[in-house]
């Protein structure tokens, strides 16, 4: 079964600063998609930035990054130059490719941007 | 990104009723939606996965008589929960499929059953 896991409950970050969430996930499969989405106090879940297991090379989104390390399944996301707004929960995610591409979770991120 | 729309946003009932929640996306076919649960502070919950045309697959734990889905077409799907009860209130999202690798979400329902 496929496991996301988010080790840090909270993180804060000085406005302006880098911080970097962790997450970590277990998959069997060799084909799947890697997922982090914002949710805002709005509840609107907007995806950040998405990564293919198979591309060896780390996607980028404007201030937001992944560091992907296929071999020890870790995908954390970077977030430079820290904005009030990207105050909000951030989970991690891993897409099953064999049953309807169903998202797995992590536990999630609570994002403190410190003014 | 592609838009999926959720309504009500909020929505108050009586417990014994039933209310019923509508998910569509605005500017793509898709043959598959997600219907979750979340409970404050927590991670999404799937319930269960919706095909257009076909019975929806319910996840362990998920009663499907208590909670009806129905996706009759490739832009809507609904979830309809039976006879309410205050244990039911929870934020409510869905989501679509767009292609491999895409889904998008809804802005989520609140309902309250009082």
């Known amino acids: 079964a496929q496991t996301v896991t988010q080790s840090q409950p909270e993180m804060s970050v000085q406005e302006a600063e880098t911080v970097t969430l962790s997450c970590t996930y277990d998959t069997s499969e060799s084909d799947y998609y890697l997922f982090w989405y914002k949710q805002p106090p709005s509840r609107q879940m907007i995806l950040v930035i998405r990564?293919?297991?198979?591309k060896q090379q780390n996607a980028t989104e404007n201030r937001f990054s992944v560091n992907f390390q296929k071999a020890a399944k870790s995908f954390s996301l970077k977030i430079s130059d820290s904005q009030l707004g990207d105050a909000a929960m951030y989970f991690c995610?891993?897409?099953?490719?064999?049953?309807?591409?169903?998202?797995?979770w992590g536990a999630g991120t609570k994002l403190i941007i410190k003014p | 990104g592609a838009v999926v729309s959720q309504h009500p946003s909020r929505v108050i009932c009586k417990s014994g009723t039933s209310v019923k929640i509508e998910c569509r996306s605005l500017d793509f076919q898709a043959t598959t939606m997600f219907w979750y649960r979340q409970f404050p502070k927590k991670s999404l919950m799937l319930m269960a996965t919706s095909n257009e045309g076909s019975k929806a697959t319910y996840e362990q734990g998920v009663e499907k008589d208590k909670f009806l889905i129905n996706h009759a077409s490739l832009t809507l799907s609904t979830l309809t929960v039976t006879s309410a009860h205050p244990e039911d209130s929870s934020f409510y999202i869905c989501?679509?499929?767009?292609?491999?690798?895409?889904?998008?979400f809804g802005p989520g329902t609140r309902l309250t059953v009082t």
């Open positions: 989501s679509a499929r767009y292609r491999k690798g895409e889904q998008y």
């Open positions: 995610a891993c897409q099953r490719m064999d049953s309807n591409y169903q998202l797995i």
């Open positions: 990564q293919e297991a198979y």
